[in-house]
């Protein structure tokens, strides 16, 4: 249980486009998702935090006019990175955590690895 | 604002040699513990967490980590590893009413030689 899916996992673009990333809780309901973006060889850091039927809440630093994130449904959120540049390349992680009082864990998804040339 | 620390950037250990790894936070209030693990190729994986309760606690495959409160610290063990440890293990935390936002540690790599 508790599967996390992103979709695509990798995938390549021109500088200038959008680039659309999915992530869906597969066998659990999620009021909250978070977005994360990995450099190699460095931690996880937080982007966002998506909340169903609400705006996401950004943390400093992150332009939420670039990465735009909606979360339509108790199982799916995606980011859109808008006019993609080389400096956008990353490995972007999504997590979602369970609709239960209490329940702190995350559960994350495999990543997505964005390379834009 | 809040951060983690972890000490070990790298980690090379033989096969049964027993595994500390060091995890400081800084946030004094209420918090939520965990550790990660990022198999090669693989997604993060939770391996043990700690909300309340027993500060000693116990994970999957072995692991272990121990909270003291004292020293905002949360160190994960390992009595004897194998080559299939070799990971990346980030330390993460959040805080009681920041809901559920977590914050990472650098990572530590390990390395076990069979």
């Known amino acids: 249980g508790a599967v996390v899916s992103q979709h695509p996992s990798r995938v390549i673009c021109k500088s200038g486009t959008s680039v659309k990333i999915e992530c869906r809780s597969l066998d659990f309901q999620a009021t909250t998702m978070f977005w994360y973006r990995q450099f190699p060889k460095q931690s996880l850091m937080l982007m966002a935090t998506s909340n169903e039927g609400s705006k996401a809440t950004y943390e400093q630093g992150v332009e939420k006019d670039k990465f735009l994130i909606n979360h339509a449904s108790l199982t799916l959120s995606t980011l859109t990175v808008t006019s993609a540049h080389p400096e956008d390349s990353s490995f972007y992680i999504c997590?979602?955590?369970?609709?239960?009082?209490?329940?702190?864990?995350?559960?994350f998804g495999p990543g997505t690895r964005l390379l834009v040339l | 604002a809040q951060s983690v620390s972890q000490h070990n950037h790298h980690v090379i250990l033989s096969e049964a040699a027993s595994l500390e790894l060091g995890c400081n936070y800084s946030?004094?209030?209420?918090?939520?513990l965990f550790w990660y693990v990022q198999y090669p190729g693989q997604h993060l994986q939770l391996l043990l967490k700690y909300f309340s309760g027993d500060p000693l606690v116990k994970g999957i495959k072995g692991f272990e980590a121990e909270f003291i409160k004292s020293k905002f610290s949360f160190n994960l063990r390992k009595p004897s590893v194998q080559w299939s440890d070799t990971a990346e293990y980030f330390c993460?935390?959040?805080?009681?009413?920041?809901?559920?936002?977590?914050?990472f540690g650098q990572g530590t790599e390990l390395s076990v030689k069979p």
């Open positions: 997590s979602a955590r369970p609709l239960a009082v209490q329940q702190e864990t995350q559960y």
């Open positions: 993460a935390v959040s805080e009681g009413n920041q809901g559920g936002k977590l914050i």
């Open positions: 946030y004094g209030g209420t918090v939520n």
